[in-house]
């Protein structure tokens, strides 16, 4: 069985090289041109000043990370960032859970909420931003209308600083909480109908059955949603920019907001890479540190 | 003392019932109100809604709105939307296909660092390759064309793709290949024979989750296309916001008509559209 010294299982494995190589080619060649090569460029366009249109960049080295480090904007908008992150896990995931619970114990004569519930989730981050610029407007909007209703006057959500960012989470959890319902309802599916059965037997109530049973078993489900929605909060951008722009003042202003501004607004482009790489390096080391301690606490159940 | 014990919790699950039901209804009208509110604001005339309130029904269905936003630049962009969507996801899917086959099923050196690279990529945010891609796409003068939106939004969803497509054809039985392998199949045929067609449910659920994110992707399509005629549907408000600022009804329908193709696919396919959507649950 000798073909020139290569034996008939080299033979083969060069044959499946070849078909893997042809085979994973043009998922790497896109991967390298809009992923991995913008990372890259990114980085070193943050090394000059430039406008992003003439061919004349002016190198400054690290001038334009040593101005992102004592940035007040940035830094403010990184905050906004975070306590976004914060308020969508600690509203979103618990109202996920507290409505899948409601279906799965209720049963098929839930199934309609079920339904009502997810309607946000068909809407685009778009749509949303505007939808919700006039639902919440000061003149006819849904919450000034309730509020003359009651007696009270024009309510000016958005365009009051000290209000626009909380209002700004209220719909971005408007928007998801319903994702996180479908996602602990996936969870339950996987919590099988013996366990439920078999300690409602051994004469748990449903409280002792969600705390000590099922909430233990969808901690993975729990874990995993926590990240996502982190990651998701610190990229935020579509619907902030639609709503707020990041205003009034600074105070709705999230890194991507920032760096678009920067980018695509002033046309600073060597400082809007800089922004979008710190912004890249924040959030990799943020979602690392947490992978590693959710998963370092490994529990066996 | 059993039995009052037994009655009186039974009193007590039946009073949080009662609550549980009431917050589920009242979650139900929050999660509904907006959306009934742009629905209805939609069939008003320019006026009725700063005289009559935003609660009144409008007083009748009154579609000329539709027909204006219809017959303005709408199609245009809904056109645009459905031509970047086909292309884009129909390249995604194959190409994902084919990077999670050699994957799933082949033993080479390089297997285990290319899928971690790939994978990697899942929570990179997109803002970092904006400005050079947006550098690339003048350079190649496809600025301001939809097709500049078809090499960013296929990259973008090739991670999770390869990743739920590899998972997926792992578990295919070895025992189907080896029979074709005997019967002098050779590895590419064997992709196309039997891989790929068993491999669909996967693709079908991978088609609505990246389908949702491409009809609705809103940074790209901003950044990479100007002008009216090259804009895909959600980049529509702002058009019709520029020309119709005042007036809200028109906006709420050029949004409704925005949201309508969602609304059809979650009325005819729930079941689906719903287990797609929460596919990209496996991205944490």
């Known amino acids: ?301 | 003392m059993m039995e009052k014990d037994y009655r009186a919790s039974k009193v007590k699950s039946r009073i949080s019932w009662v609550i549980a039901c009431i917050l589920a209804v009242s979650a139900a009208v929050v999660a509904i109100a907006p959306f009934i509110f742009m629905v209805i604001n939609s069939f008003k005339e320019k006026f009725e809604m700063l005289t009559k309130g935003v609660f009144s029904l409008p007083e009748k269905l009154d579609i000329s709105n539709y027909k204006e936003v219809i017959e303005g630049n709408f199609l245009s962009y809904f056109i645009n939307s459905v031509i970047v969507l086909v292309v884009s996801l129909f390249i995604l899917l194959m190409l994902s296909a084919f990077a999670a086959y050699p994957l799933s099923r082949f033993k080479f050196k390089l297997k285990g660092v290319i899928y971690s690279l790939i994978v990697a990529c899942m929570s990179i945010p997109v803002h970092i390759t904006l400005i050079p891609i947006f550098k690339m796409s003048q350079g190649m003068h496809m600025y301001d064309s939809i097709w500049a939106l078809i090499g960013p939004y296929v990259a973008m969803g090739i991670p999770i793709s390869v990743f739920i497509l590899t998972s997926f054809m792992e578990q295919i039985p070895k025992e189907i290949e080896e029979a074709a392998a005997i019967d002098g199949c050779g590895k590419t045929r064997m992709f196309f024979s039997i891989i790929l067609p068993m491999a669909k449910p996967g693709l079908s659920t991978l088609a609505i989750y990246n389908g949702v994110n491409m009809w609705n992707e809103f940074i790209f399509a901003y950044t990479l296309t100007q002008s009216q005629g090259n804009r895909t549907l959600p980049l529509a408000v702002w058009e019709f916001q520029g020309q119709y600022s005042m007036n809200t009804p028109m906006i709420m329908s050029v949004l409704t008509l925005t949201v309508l193709p969602m609304i059809l696919l979650f009325i005819f396919a729930q079941d689906k559209l719903i287990k797609g959507m929460a596919a990209g649950a496996v991205k944490g």
């Not at chain 1, 080299?10 to 994973?24: E, G, I, M, S």
């Not at chain 1, 209220?170 to 078999?198: I, K, L, R």
């Not at chain 1, 099922?214 to 901690?219: D, E, F, S, Y």
């Not at chain 1, 990041?246 to 046309?267: D, H, I, R, V, W």
């Open chain 1, 1 to 301: 069985m000798k073909n020139g010294g290569i034996t008939l299982a080299q033979k083969r494995q060069k044959d499946t090289n070849r078909v893997a190589a042809v085979f994973l080619a043009p998922v790497i060649i896109l991967l390298v041109i809009f992923i991995f090569y913008p990372i890259v460029e990114t980085f070193r366009v943050s090394a000059f000043e430039w406008n992003g249109i003439s061919s004349d960049l002016k190198f400054i080295g690290l001038g334009n990370w040593e101005k992102l480090m004592k940035d007040d904007k940035f830094w403010t908008a990184f905050l906004n960032n975070i306590k976004v992150m914060v308020l969508s896990i600690l509203i979103q995931i618990p109202l996920g859970i507290a409505m899948a619970t409601f279906v799965e114990f209720a049963g098929k004569k839930a199934t309609i909420f079920k339904i009502i519930w997810f309607i946000p989730m068909l809407m685009s981050s778009v749509a949303i931003g505007f939808l919700f610029t006039y639902a919440l407007a000061t003149n006819g909007g849904i919450i000034s209308s309730i509020s003359q209703l009651l007696g009270g006057n024009n309510i000016d959500l958005l365009g009051n600083p000290d209000t626009a960012l909380y209002t700004v989470i209220g719909v971005v959890a408007w928007q998801f909480t319903p994702f996180y319902m479908v996602y602990c309802v996936a969870g339950y599916t996987n919590v099988s109908e013996d366990v439920y059965e078999a300690s409602i037997i051994d004469g748990a109530n449903k409280r002792q059955y969600f705390v000590h049973i099922a909430l233990p078993l969808l901690k993975p489900t729990l874990k995993s949603a926590a990240v996502l929605s982190m990651v998701g909060s610190l990229k935020y951008f579509d619907l902030v920019y639609v709503m707020t722009g990041g205003g009034p003042g600074n105070s709705t202003e999230l890194m991507a907001t920032y760096m678009y501004k920067l980018s695509f607004a002033q046309f600073n482009m060597g400082y809007g890479s800089a922004v979008a790489g710190g912004m890249f390096i924040l959030i990799s080391v943020i979602s690392l540190v947490t992978m590693k301690v959710l998963n370092g606490k490994k529990e066996e159940y």
